[in-house]
């Protein structure tokens, strides 16, 4: 559980897919005027550097973001994101979801972070630390499950395992259904990968019967290098805010371009 660093796969095309989504929402959300929570139960370090030798060993970096960028207008939230880290960061830095929300979040808004990587956690704090964020070293789902219902009431809990552990596919079902029922308000998105062996379907079928009001929206893409098992990502979004199938519409249509 502690082995997963995502320097190695940052500014992927599912963190596209991911990203771009998350930003939306929180973009949307920010449209009224009422304060709001948002929550990550798997944050990673929240800042990446694309430059650094993990990344470019597995190049997905290149194959993802450096080739979809485009896909974004200046205006989009995402575009915002991104240029805002890199005025700060530097040129070959990439914001995961933490710093997303971090640039698109107000200060009257509540961000709680768990992870438990010491590694990741430590760089964690450093990056959100001008956000005033929360860090947990505490596991994400269970530290979820005692917040819920968060104060404000209003906002976002993103769901985003790393699916090392084999039996996420079978508990992920059973602890979203727990929240939901907890935070019967809350946008709780759940990302997945899409592999080549699709353990993501018995999940996706215990959710969708569980919550048929539910936004299922899944991109596919060639795999990143030869031999590997990622072919596409998946975002499960209970509660979907207004509007956000018509941006899920845009991103199949960019997706499939590739």
């Not at 009422?34 to 290149?62: C, F, I, N, Q, W």
């Amino acid at each position: 559980m502690l082995s997963y660093q995502h320097l190695y796969h940052a500014g992927n095309l599912a963190d596209v897919h991911k990203h771009a989504l998350l930003a939306w929402s929180l973009d949307y959300l920010t449209r009224k005027d009422k304060p709001l929570t948002y929550m990550e139960s798997h944050a990673g370090r929240g800042l990446y550097d694309l430059g650094a030798p993990e990344a470019v060993k597995t190049g997905e970096a290149a194959k993802g973001i450096a080739l979809a960028e485009g896909w974004f207008p200046a205006d989009h939230p995402y575009s915002r994101a991104l240029r805002q880290t890199r005025a700060e960061r530097g040129q070959n830095a990439y914001p995961g979801s933490p710093l997303i929300a971090g640039h698109l979040l107000r200060e009257s808004d509540t961000i709680h972070l768990c992870e438990l990587h010491p590694q990741e956690r430590a760089a964690l704090d450093y990056a959100v630390a001008p956000f005033g964020a929360h860090v947990h070293a505490e596991e994400g789902l269970a530290k979820a499950v005692s917040i819920c219902p968060p104060t404000p009431r209003r906002g976002m809990l993103l769901i985003d395992p790393s699916y090392e552990i084999k039996t996420d596919y079978e508990v992920l079902p059973k602890v979203i259904g727990q929240i939901a029922r907890k935070w019967n308000v809350g946008i709780i998105a759940l990302w997945y990968p899409i592999l080549t062996a699709a353990p993501h379907l018995p999940m996706i079928r215990a959710l969708r019967a569980n919550h048929p009001e539910a936004l299922v929206h899944e991109v596919t893409f060639p795999p990143a290098r030869e031999g590997h098992r990622m072919t596409g990502s998946g975002m499960f979004v209970i509660n979907p805010p207004f509007g956000i199938a018509d941006e899920a519409k845009r991103l199949t249509a960019r997706f499939r371009s590739l």
